[in-house]
């Protein structure tokens, strides 16, 4: 695969993560539950 070819794939991907990442947040809003992330060596719990 061509360096052109996979710098688009990798953007969509990405954009596609994004896209992921917003829906999980919104549901997590809808149902009132948290979200968790690891921040530093911690696993968190946050409330969205």
């Known amino acids: 695969m ?3 070819k ?3 794939r ?3 991907i ?3 993560l994004k ?3 917003a829906r999980m ?3 997590k ?3 009132n539950s948290e979200v968790v992330v690891m921040q530093d060596i ?3 719990r946050v409330k969205p």
């Open 29 to 31: 809003r809808q149902k």
């Open 6 to 8: 996979q710098l688009e």
């Open 14 to 16: 990405v954009a596609g």
């Open 10 to 12: 990798q953007e969509k």
């Open 19 to 21: 896209i992921a990442y």
């Open 42 to 44: 911690e696993v968190v």
């Open 25 to 27: 947040l919104e549901f």
């Open 2 to 4: 061509n360096p052109q």
